[in-house]
């Protein structure tokens, strides 16, 4: 059986993170040398360890060295630093309770991932609707005439957003930062007019749109966003971007 001070040892190290409290888990025994962690709040994260009752002799590096003893552990954990379960064997009772914390820190981090990754989905699914309303955009290059026009077009979007920061945004650097990372996309846009085709330059051009007003700090110049970008696009693709924006 594993002793009440083992279990008790457990709980300080869960209690100790700083993210967490023993009362987040649960420790269930699972026969006589074996311990299951579980994340109350989600049954897929978990910290499965067989405890041993014997020492076992740990490998020297140096051959010249005695063989020290110490208790041999073999745990599964979800999550683990790059996979959803990864196997774990490690000796002592010090190196158990490193584990642990290493464990809760891995699960803290998945934990944030969460909303990000469910965010990555509803974008990817967006982008696809994108791809979609564009099916009937010809398949074929710009012309040197509408090329130019179209970078004719994006400076003058560039100047009315400029006029708009200038406007809402106060803190100089704040300011200049915001400029200079919208040039940066709008001269990426510009330089590959002639080089990929229509299709795939308007899909481009959306997606780029659609994940920059995503992000929460951009969010607040949406009110004139649509009215701004709308006289780029051809007319059969006024629609282009989601309703959602």
Not at 104 to 128: A, G, H, N, S
Not at 172 to 196: A, P, Y
């Amino acid at each position: 059986m594993i002793r009440k001070k083992t279990l008790s040892d457990i709980r300080d190290v869960l209690d100790s993170h700083a993210r967490f409290t023993v009362t987040d888990f649960s420790i269930e025994q699972k026969g006589n040398k074996a311990l299951l962690i579980k994340y109350n709040y989600d049954d897929a994260f978990f910290f499965d360890v067989e405890i041993p009752n014997e020492t076992s002799s740990i490998p020297s590096e140096n051959t010249f060295s005695r063989p020290q003893d110490d208790y041999k552990f073999r745990a599964k954990i979800s999550p683990g630093k790059i996979s959803t379960i990864e196997n774990l064997d490690f000796y002592s009772e010090y190196i158990f309770h490193q584990k642990i914390s290493f464990w809760l820190d891995c699960l803290w981090e998945e934990l944030l991932e969460i909303p990000v990754q469910r965010q990555f989905k509803e974008q990817e699914k967006i982008i696809e609707e994108i791809k979609e309303k564009l099916k009937d955009v010809p398949d074929e290059f710009f012309s040197y005439e509408d090329g130019n026009e179209l970078k004719i077009k994006i400076d003058k979007l560039e100047a009315k957003f400029n006029q708009k920061f200038e406007a809402e945004i106060k803190d100089k650097e704040k300011l200049q930062k915001k400029i200079n990372d919208l040039h940066k996309e709008f001269e990426t846009l510009k330089s590959t007019i002639f080089s990929v085709k229509k299709k795939s330059w308007f899909t481009s051009f959306a997606t780029k749109t659609f994940v920059w007003f995503t992000k929460e700090e951009n969010r607040k110049f949406l009110k004139d966003a649509k009215d701004y970008i709308q006289p780029l696009l051809p007319d059969n693709i006024k629609n282009l971007l989601p309703p959602s924006l």
